[in-house]
């Protein structure tokens, strides 16, 4: 058996729709079940339901065999895991945004402060421009800091964008794409090789299948 961490949420329900076609099926009760371990139909999978930034630190420590998690999380804990697949959905955007009101001047600056839950990605990310950053670190309604003037701009991972617009921010820099990944424990992959490599192909045969 496969235990598999997976985030609650929209990625939760993008990754059973996704393997349920390849014969990994859970049941409809399980996205709104408090119950945090479930059992495939087929017993070939365990479910560990999480928060996603616990998601690949279960893997990296042998919690989990294996994962689904954003690449901006990725980025952001570098964790040693083995990153076989794109899962191609989760499709999001990781910014730099300021107030609508600054008129582009922040990337213009030496020095920004910078209102995130990504630091180490705004560290590297500010530094390879060659600015100073003071990073704020929030673990939400971060697009709040640069209202109340507590920073000059955020980094924050977007979709639509919605949310920035409501709150009058605008994005000046995209550091990256991100998308949903499949990980691995690397101890895993020798422990439970043909259970691995069998489940990596159901996968993929599941994203070739969405994706055709």
Request: hydrophobic share 40%; glycine share 8%.
């Amino acid at each position: 058996m496969i235990t598999l961490a997976l985030p609650k949420g929209r990625l939760l329900t993008e990754t059973v729709r996704i393997l349920e076609p390849v014969g990994i099926g859970f049941g409809s009760e399980m996205e709104r079940s408090r119950v945090l371990v479930h059992e495939s139909v087929d017993r070939s999978v365990r479910v560990l339901l999480l928060r996603a930034r616990d998601v690949s630190t279960f893997v990296e420590y042998g919690g989990a065999d294996a994962g689904v998690v954003g690449k901006d999380l990725l980025m952001e804990d570098a964790p040693s895991v083995y990153e076989p697949l794109d899962l191609g959905f989760g499709h999001c955007r990781l910014v730099v945004a300021e107030p609508e009101d600054s008129r582009g001047e922040l990337m213009k600056k030496g020095f920004v402060r910078i209102a995130t839950k990504y630091p180490n990605i705004t560290e590297r990310y500010f530094s390879s421009l060659g600015m100073q950053v003071e990073i704020i670190k929030l673990y939400g309604s971060i697009e709040l800091a640069p209202i109340v003037d507590m920073a000059d701009g955020i980094v924050d991972l977007v979709s639509t964008g919605n949310t920035l617009r409501a709150n009058r921010l605008v994005e000046v820099e995209t550091i990256a794409a991100s998308t949903a990944r499949l990980i691995f424990n690397r101890s895993a992959l020798k422990t439970k090789h043909e259970e691995v490599s069998r489940f990596i192909c159901k996968v993929r045969s599941a994203v070739t299948r969405k994706d055709s």
